[in-house]
C-alpha cells in the first residue's frame, strides 16, 4: 500500500486527473504483490468515472458541442495510457537486453505474468471508460481503439514482442533441441511462452476473439523449419550410420515423440502440421530406402520389423503401393518353390504332399498379412493374387492347368475315404477347411468337380466313406462357395443311395414271400444300389461279361422286383463296380477257410475253378467273355497272390495257357483283398475325365452363348466374348480363341449368324 | 415414274419393274427355244438340263469351264448344283438382264467377264454363291480339295478373278499353305465368307493393321494371321 495517498484529482482537470491516475497504474504495475487497498482501488476507479461524467455534466449545458467534448476528454485519456504503456514497455525492453537464452525466457514470462495481471486491473479501473467512450468509438466503427485490456495487448505486442520475438523464440528452439537431444528442460517455460503467443492473436475486426496468426506466424512457422532441418540432418546422419532396421525403430520413436511434445507444451493446432513434417522428413524422404529394405526383410521373415514398416509407410500417401507389388511377387515365388521342391519328388508325388506345400504358403503369408500388415485389404488381395497364380502356374501343372484341381480332389478323396489315418472328426472338418482355402483359389473349378464327383461315386458306390457328416460338410461347403447347381448332382447322388437302402430293406420281405427252399439254399447274399444315370459319372462295363450263374440270379430276381415296383424304367449292371466276396473251401493248411475280397469279375473267374482245377485261357474267357484288357490283367492278379498257378509257371496270358487252383494257398490274413485297382485303369480314368471335362465345356461356352444371344438378339463379337467370359469365369477361365470357336459353330448350327460390322445376330 | 407416284420412291421401283416385265414378256418365248435346245428329253426332267446341254451350251456362249465367268451365268441362272440349269432360273436371269438370243448371251457375258474382277460386290455375289454350288449333296460345308481349286480361281487374274499373290505377299499361296498342314477338311460358309473379306483387306492393307484380334474374324483367320507374321519372320510388317 503506498505510504501517501495523493487526493483525489478535480474532476475537470485532465492533467491533475492522469497525474493521479498514473501514480495508481503504476503501483499496479509494479508493485501489485504488495496489494492495492480498496480504498485507493475505489479512488482511482471514481476519478475515472468522474472525469467522464463531469465533462458529460458540462457538455449536457452547452448542448451539441458539448457531447463531442466528452468524446475528446475520453480519448485524451485513453491515449495517454497508451503513451504510459509504450514507456513501461520500453523500459521492459531495455532491461530485457540484459538477458539471453534460458534467462531470457524466465525473464519475458515474469514480465508477461506481470504485465497482463496488471493489465486486468487496469481494465477493471478504466471499466466506465470501456462501457461508453470505447464502446461508442467501436460501434461507430473506429479502427485501432481497444478495450482497455487488448490495449495492453497491442501495446505489448507492437512496443516489445516485435523487437524482441526473434530472440526469444531462438531461445525456445534451443531449449526444444536440447529435449530432443536428451536433455531435461524446463518444460513449462515453453508452454508459458506458447500461451503468451497465443493470447497475442488478437482479431482486429472483434476483439472479443482471438485468432492463432500470431501464434501461428512468430511461433509455428519456426518451430516446423527448425523440426524439418533437425529431423534431416538427424535422419540422413542416422541412416549413414545404422541399418534400415535400427532407422525405423528410431523413426517410430521420433513420431511418438513429437506427437507426445505436442500435448506436454505445445498448442494442438501444430499437431496436423508438425506430424506432416516429421513423417515428410522421416519417412517419405527415406522411403526408397525403406522399400529396398522390404525384399530383404520378406526373405529373412523379419515380421516385427515389417509390421514397423508397414506402420510407417501405411502413414504416408501412396507409401505402401510399391511393397505390394513386391508382396504379390514374393509370395508367388515362394509359393513356386515350395512347389518345384514338391515336383523334384519325382513324377508319383502323393497329392497330399501338393495340397500341403500350397497351404504352407499360404498360411504362412495369411499369417504375415494378419500380423504385420493388419490385415489390411491390399494386402490380402495381393496375397489372393499371389496364390491365385502359383495354385494354378506352377511347375506340376505346367502342361495343363487342370492338374491342379484334380491333385486336390484327390487329396479329398483321401480325407474322405475309409481305411486313410482316420483322423478326428474335428482335425477332418480343419483340413476340410483347408482343402475350401485352395479350392476359392483354383480357377477350373468345373474340373474339381468332374474328379470329386467321380470319387465321390466310388466312396458311395463302395460304401467307404469315412463319414457321412464329413461328406455332408464338403458339399455343403462347395455349395456355399459355387451354389446350388454345383453341388446338385452330388446331393442327388447322395439321395440315390437313401432310396437304395430303403429298396433294399422292401426287397429284403418281398424276398421272403418269393423265395422257395432250393432258391434259398443256393442264395447269394446281396446288396443292390440303384443310381439315376444322369446324376452318377459312372459309365457301362467296356467288356462284355457272363456273370456266374449264382449271381445272375439274384440279379434276376431283383430286376424282377424293381420292374414291378417302376415300370419302364431301365436298368443297366455295372458289373465293373460290383464287388463281392468268395469263400474258400478247397485250401489244405487253413483251420479257418480264407475270405477272397473280389469283383465281379474275378468271382466270375474264381467259380469256373468249383467244377474244375485246371482252365486254360481260351476256356476262361470263353466262359467269361471278357475283353482281354480286364481279363489279363485280373488273371496277373490272381498269380501274383498265387491264388491261381500258371502253367507252365510264368506263362503269359495266352490261348494255350493253364491255370491251376492253389491248393497250398497261403497268407497272414484270412480276409484276402484281391480287389486291387489297376494302375493303368487309373490312368485311362483320369483321361477319360478330362476329355469329358472338355467335352462339358464346350457345351457350357455354347449354352452360355445362346443364353447371351437369345437374351441381346444383336451385339457386336467382342461384347459377346466379353459376356460369355463373365458367365463362365466361376467354373473355368474361358480362352478366346475357345469362345470364337464355339461361335463358329454355333454359326454352323444356325443358331446365330454373322452381321456386318463385327455384329453377331440370333437367329430365333 | 417418280412423278407419276409423286415421289413415292417405293410405288415408282414397283411400277418400273411390272413395265419392265411387260416388255420382257417378249422374251419368254425365245427363251424357251434356247433352253429347249440343250435339253435332252431322253436323260433330262422337264424343266431342266444337266451336265451334258450346260458344257454344250457354256461352248456355245464361248466360255472356257476354267473361267469365272462360268460361276457368274452359274449365279445368274441360279443353278441348283454345278453344271445343272432349270428353266425357271434360266429365263428369271436372263430376261433380268434382257438377253434372248445366244449372241445377246455373249455380249452379256462380255461384261460379266470384265465386271468380276473390277466390281467387288459383283464378285462377292458370285463368290458366295458359288460355295453353294461347290458343296457335295448333304453336305453343310464345302470339301477342302473343292473349295481350294475354287480360292485358285478366284484369286488368279487369268481366270478372271482378282490378284491373289502380290510381289511381297503370296497371300493365296499362304492360304493354301496354311489350310494344307492344319489339315482341315472342311470349310464351313462362314470362313469361305469371311476369307473373301479378309483378302480383300490384306490385299489393300499388306501389314494387315486393319486386323485385330479381338475382332469377330474367324478362328482359323486368327491362327492364319499368326501364320503370315512367321513367314515374314515374326513381324506383321512387310519385309
Known amino acids: 500500500m503506498p505510504p501517501t495517498m495523493p487526493q483525489a484529482p478535480h474532476k475537470d482537470d485532465l492533467d491533475e486527473t492522469w497525474s493521479f491516475l498514473e501514480s495508481g497504474i503504476n503501483s499496479v504495475m509494479h508493485k501489485l504483490e504488495e496489494g492495492v487497498d480498496m480504498k485507493h482501488y475505489m479512488a482511482l476507479y471514481t476519478a475515472v468515472h468522474n472525469f467522464c461524467t463531469s465533462q458529460k455534466a458540462v457538455a449536457s449545458n452547452q448542448g451539441l458541442q458539448a457531447h463531442r467534448g466528452a468524446h475528446l476528454l475520453g480519448e485524451e485519456l485513453y491515449k495517454l495510457l497508451g503513451e504510459y504503456l509504450s514507456r513501461h514497455l520500453s523500459e521492459v525492453h531495455e532491461k530485457s537486453l540484459a538477458h539471453s537464452e534460458e534467462a531470457l525466457l524466465a525473464f519475458y514470462i515474469r514480465e508477461w505474468t506481470r504485465y497482463t495481471t496488471a493489465a486486468k486491473y487496469v481494465n477493471h479501473l478504466f471499466s466506465y471508460l470501456n462501457r461508453h467512450w470505447v464502446k461508442r468509438e467501436i460501434d461507430e466503427g473506429k479502427k485501432n481503439v481497444y478495450d482497455v485490456y487488448t490495449l495492453h495487448l497491442v501495446k505489448w505486442k507492437d512496443d516489445f514482442f516485435e523487437n524482441l520475438h526473434a530472440k526469444v523464440m531462438d531461445a525456445v528452439l534451443n531449449l526444444i533441441e536440447k529435449q530432443r537431444n536428451g536433455e531435461t528442460i524446463e518444460q513449462s517455460q515453453i508452454k508459458s511462452i506458447v500461451d503468451s503467443f497465443v493470447s497475442l492473436g488478437l482479431d482486429e475486426n472483434d476483439s472479443k476473439k482471438s485468432t492463432l496468426e500470431v501464434y501461428r506466424h512468430y511461433f509455428q512457422r519456426p518451430f516446423i523449419d527448425a523440426t524439418r532441418k533437425y529431423y534431416e540432418n538427424e535422419s540422413r546422419q542416422f541412416v549413414a550410420e545404422n541399418s534400415v532396421v535400427e532407422y525405423m525403430k528410431k523413426a517410430e520413436a521420433r513420431l511418438e515423440e513429437e506427437k507426445a511434445r505436442v500435448g506436454l507444451y505445445l498448442h494442438s493446432d501444430v499437431t496436423k502440421s508438425l506430424t506432416e513434417t516429421c513423417l515428410d522428413v522421416l519417412v517419405t524422404a527415406h522411403s526408397t530406402l525403406l522399400r529396398d529394405e522390404f525384399q530383404i526383410l520378406l526373405d529373412n521373415e523379419r515380421q516385427d520389423d515389417l509390421a514397423r514398416m508397414y506402420r510407417l509407410l501405411s502413414r504416408i500417401k501412396e507409401g505402401l503401393d510399391p511393397l505390394r507389388s513386391t508382396f504379390e511377387n514374393h509370395v508367388r515365388k515362394a509359393g513356386l518353390a515350395a512347389i518345384e521342391k514338391v515336383a523334384s519328388e519325382g513324377e508319383n508325388f502323393e497329392p497330399k504332399l501338393y495340397v500341403d506345400a500350397l497351404l504352407q504358403v499360404h498360411t504362412r503369408y495369411q499369417n504375415l498379412v494378419d500380423e504385420a500388415f493388419n490385415g489390411e485389404s491390399e494386402f490380402v488381395r495381393s496375397l489372393d493374387n499371389a496364390c491365385r497364380e502359383f495354385v494354378n502356374r506352377n511347375r506340376i501343372c505346367k502342361s495343363t492347368t487342370t492338374k491342379s484341381p484334380e491333385l486336390l480332389a484327390k487329396y479329398t478323396d483321401s480325407l474322405l475315404k475309409k481305411g486313410s489315418k482316420a483322423a478326428e472328426e474335428s482335425e477332418l472338418e480343419e483340413m476340410l477347411v483347408q482343402i475350401m482355402t485352395v479350392f476359392k483359389y483354383i480357377e477350373d473349378k468345373d474340373v474339381f468337380q468332374k474328379f470329386y464327383s467321380k470319387m465321390l461315386a466310388k466312396r458311395l458306390v463302395h460304401v467307404s466313406s469315412v463319414s457321412d457328416d464329413a461328406e455332408t460338410s464338403m458339399i455343403s461347403k462347395l455349395k456355399e462357395a459355387c451354389g446350388f447347381e454345383y453341388t446338385n448332382k452330388l446331393q442327388r447322388m447322395f439321395q440315390d443311395i437313401q432310396i437304395s437302402k430303403d429298396l433294399n430293406a422292401n426287397y429284403k420281405v418281398y424276398q421272403e414271400k418269393v423265395l422257395d427252399d432250393d432258391d434259398r439254399r443256393r442264395m447269394v447274399d446281396a446288396h443292390f444300389q440303384v443310381l439315376g444315370t444322369g446324376m452318377w459319372p459312372l459309365n457301362p462295363p467296356n467288356t462284355a461279361f457272363s456273370a456266374p450263374p449264382e449271381v445272375t440270379k439274384s440279379a434276376e430276381r431283383f430286376q424282377k422286383f424293381y420292374f414291378d415296383k417302376h415300370n419302364g424304367r431301365k436298368l443297366t449292371w455295372l458289373w465293373q463296380l460290383c464287388k463281392g466276396e468268395v469263400k474258400a473251401n478247397y485250401i489244405k493248411n487253413a483251420k479257418v477257410p480264407y475270405t477272397f475280397q473280389v469283383s465281379t469279375f474275378q468271382m466270375g473267374i474264381l467259380l469256373l475253378f468249383n467244377e474244375t482245377d485246371t482252365l486254360s485261357y481260351s476256356d476262361i474267357q470263353k466262359a467269361t467273355t471278357l475283353a482281354p484288357e480286364v481279363l489279363d490283367p485280373n488273371l496277373a492278379i490272381f498269380l501274383k497272390a498265387k491264388v491261381l498257378l500258371a502253367g507252365p509257371d510264368g506263362a503269359k496270358p495266352e490261348p494255350t495257357t493253364t491255370y491251376n487252383l492253389n491248393y497250398n494257398f497261403k497268407n497272414k490274413k484270412v480276409k484276402v483283398n484281391l480287389n486291387i485297382q489297376i494302375k493303368s485303369e487309373q490312368k485311362v480314368e483320369s483321361d477319360d475325365t478330362h476329355k469329358t471335362i472338355e467335352e462339358d465345356r464346350k457345351l457350357l461356352l455354347q449354352s452360355a452363348i445362346v443364353r447371351v444371344m437369345k437374351s441381346r438378339k444383336k451385339m457386336k463379337h467382342v461384347q459377346l466374348v466379353q459376356e460369355v467370359i463373365q458367365q463362365v469365369k466361376s467354373r473355368f477361365p474361358p480362352k478366346v480363341p475357345d469362345i470364337k470357336k464355339n461361335i463358329e459353330a454355333l454359326m454352323e448350327k444356325d443358331y446365330i449368324e454373322r452381321l456386318e460390322g463385327d455384329e453377331v445376330s440370333y437367329i430365333a | ?239
Open chain 2, 1 to 239: 415414274y417418280l412423278r407419276k407416284t409423286k415421289f413415292d420412291l417405293g410405288r415408282a421401283i414397283n411400277m418400273y419393274y411390272m413395265d419392265e416385265n411387260k416388255g420382257n414378256k417378249a422374251l419368254v418365248a425365245p427363251l424357251t427355244k434356247v433352253f429347249e435346245s440343250y435339253r435332252d428329253p431322253d436323260t433330262d426332267e422337264e424343266d431342266q438340263f444337266g451336265i451334258d446341254g450346260a458344257m454344250k451350251y457354256f461352248q456355245d456362249l464361248e466360255v472356257a469351264l476354267d473361267e469365272i465367268v462360268v460361276l457368274g451365268v452359274a449365279e445368274l441362272c441360279q443353278c441348283p448344283a454345278m453344271g445343272e440349269f432349270t428353266k425357271e432360273g434360266f429365263l428369271n436371269g436372263w430376261k433380268l438382264v434382257g438377253c434372248s438370243t445366244i449372241s445377246q448371251m455373249r455380249k452379256h457375258i462380255q461384261t460379266l467377264r470384265k465386271e468380276i474382277p473390277e466390281q467387288p460386290t459383283v464378285f462377292r455375289r458370285v463368290y458366295r454363291y458359288s460355295f453353294l454350288l461347290s458343296r457335295l449333296q448333304g453336305q453343310r460345308g464345302v470339301q477342302f480339295e473343292i473349295a481350294a481349286e475354287q480360292w485358285r480361281l478366284f484369286f488368279d487374274e487369268s481366270s478372271g478373278g482378282i490378284k491373289g499373290n502380290t510381289e511381297t505377299s503370296p497371300w493365296l499361296d499362304w492360304w493354301l499353305e496354311y489350310m494344307e498342314k492344319r489339315g482341315t477338311k472342311v470349310i464351313s460358309k462362314d470362313l469361305w465368307e469371311q476369307l473373301e473379306v479378309f483378302l480383300r483387306k490384306a490385299l489393300e492393307d499388306e501389314n494387315l493393321d486393319f486386323w485385330d484380334a479381338d475382332a469377330a474374324w474367324p478362328g482359323l483367320i486368327d491362327e492364319f494371321v499368326d501364320f503370315v507374321k512367321e513367314k515374314r519372320g515374326g513381324t506383321l510388317k512387310v519385309v
